[in-house]
């Protein structure tokens, strides 16, 4: 038996919100993703959705479309001299969607929850850096750092953890490690109820300070299957799919030549890789790695899959983003090349056989990848089919996204697809996250007889205050985990929408991560 489980029921000022909304009367917003949004914990990181947390909670500062970092909750700011203090006047007016004041009280709550979890967090260099959180006066607050961090105000911006929860939502404990009482936050949208497996159900926020929602519900559908949600989306039951593959290329095409849809992506906001495993044979051969660079043809996908809607990739960031610009380039597409790295390398194939061997032992990897999610699904069996042609041999494990994290995290892959996050992340806090075992970077990494350098080196570049001495270190890890044939690139990855002609506004943020529903309204409104 389903139960419905009605999040914030224990609060009285959200009890408006826990209406049952009147399709009469009101206007709700269809869209389509794979899974429930979760439990909706500013603080901690999967099963949480983040585009639902960045729907319900806020930052002080907010990276922008144009790829600057501008106020938010915070209304202004001021750095120390030597970077390590910095010091937020914050937004007047703010209230939490339970009442509750938004102030330096609970600014400090928040950060103080956080750090009770902080080696869930350590992956982000600013959790390692941060020492003190003061309340200077009431609508003042100061953070100083132990040593200058240049993406202080990045990190702070990003989805998770450094957002603001209800401080009447913070347990008793004072930490949000394990739970919190109810998703209650300031932004644009409250979530008022959870199917499980069917829908989550958000209502506007009618006392938002900043661009309120024209819509009156947002109902998220949990539809797991691509060629279901394109269904959903043709026959009018959701209005809009929104993400990075949230239908197949060939899908997204149709779609965007038939009349009462439009379909359109972003600019490329991030890198889809694949990441190979450099502890766990076969892929711990450098050989190996480097021969599969070699033998998957990466324009075949980006035409064949994509649809050219992607551009291709050459190395683990775009140029584009800081630091990132040192000239790398993926190996061409040349089977024959790759076929002769690896039969020097003593994996043979026999007369008559399709898989080569060495010492008895066959070459097969795995490469796992989100069971659900269209773009990996097709790439998987692309890849599949080019190593297939210089004799290796690859299992393919599709599953839930819950379960290909939890392989990132203790190594159970030989490949595994592990996007870059795209901006603010990318390159300091995904640099920043290889040094711990909280992604696939760190595990693929291993094996690596220069792991540790790697991680020194980030660790200096992130705390340096001299920028040709950052640029130098930035350089030396990304050519060097180039040169390792840790990472397939295969695409800088745009973000993909379609709706129906009955949603106007339909846009994107500058982030991967962020959907502007509170910019979306019905058609003529």
């Not at 990181?45 to 479309?65: D, G």
């Not at 210089?390 to 892959?413: C, P």
Request: hydrophobic share 40%.
């Amino acid at each position: 038996m389903r139960t419905t489980t009605c999040i914030v029921s224990s609060f009285l000022a959200l009890s408006l919100l826990l209406s049952t909304p009147d399709a009469s009367a009101d206007t709700t917003l269809n869209v389509a993703w794979p899974s429930n949004v979760g439990p909706l914990n500013p603080h901690l990181y999967s099963p949480n959705q983040m585009f639902a947390q960045a729907m319900v909670y806020e930052p002080l500062v907010r990276y922008m479309p144009d790829g600057k970092i501008g106020p938010w909750l915070a209304s202004s700011w001021t750095i120390s001299p030597d970077g390590k203090a910095y010091t937020f006047t914050l937004r007047q007016g703010v209230k939490f969607t339970d009442g509750v004041a938004f102030d330096a009280v609970a600014v400090k709550k928040n950060f103080d929850a956080i750090m009770t979890n902080a080696k869930r967090h350590e992956w982000l260099e600013l959790f390692n850096q941060l020492e003190t959180v003061q309340v200077i006066a009431p609508m003042t607050v100061r953070l100083t750092l132990k040593r200058a961090y240049y993406p202080t105000l990045h990190d702070l911006a990003l989805v998770r953890p450094a957002r603001f929860i209800s401080p009447a939502s913070i347990p008793e404990s004072g930490s949000t490690a394990e739970s919190i009482k109810a998703p209650v936050g300031t932004g644009p949208w409250a979530l008022v109820e959870t199917r499980r497996g069917e829908y989550d159900l958000f209502r506007r926020n009618a006392d938002y300070w900043g661009h309120k929602p024209t819509f009156d519900f947002l109902k998220i559908k949990v539809l797991p299957d691509i060629n279901t949600r394109a269904v959903a989306l043709q026959t009018g039951q959701v209005d809009l799919v929104f993400g990075s593959g949230p239908i197949s290329g060939d899908s997204f095409a149709r779609f965007r030549s038939m009349p009462g849809f439009t379909a359109s992506t972003s600019q490329p906001m991030a890198t889809q890789t694949i990441t190979m495993n450099s502890k766990r044979p076969p892929t711990n051969e450098l050989a190996v790695r480097k021969a599969v660079l070699s033998a998957v043809n990466r324009d075949a996908i980006l035409n064949g899959i994509l649809y050219s809607i992607d551009k291709p990739a050459e190395a683990l960031f775009s140029p584009t983003a800081p630091y990132a610009d040192v000239g790398l380039k993926a190996p061409a597409f040349d089977p024959k090349h790759a076929a002769k790295l690896l039969d020097d390398a003593g994996w043979k194939l026999a007369a008559g056989e399709k898989i080569r061997t060495k010492e008895g032992k066959p070459l097969e990897v795995e490469l796992a990848f989100v069971g659900n999610d269209a773009r990996e699904k097709a790439i998987s069996e692309a890849v599949q089919a080019n190593l297939a042609t210089v004799g290796v041999k690859v299992v393919l494990i599709g599953e839930e996204a819950n379960s290909i994290y939890a392989r990132q995290k203790d190594g159970r892959f030989g490949m595994i697809f592990g996007n870059t996050w795209g901006a603010p992340y990318d390159p300091h806090s995904y640099l920043s996250s290889m040094r711990t075992p909280s992604h696939a970077d760190y595990q693929a990494q291993l094996g690596l007889s220069m792991k540790a350098e790697i991680d020194d080196k980030i660790s200096r570049a992130l705390v340096s205050t001299d920028e040709t001495e950052r640029k130098n270190l930035f350089r030396w890890i990304l050519t060097t985990l180039h040169e390792q044939a840790i990472y397939l690139p295969v695409s800088h990855t745009t973000v993909m929408e379609v709706h129906r002609a009955s949603v106007d506004h339909v846009g994107f943020e500058g982030t991967v991560n962020e959907i502007p529903f509170e910019k979306m309204t019905p058609t003529g409104k």
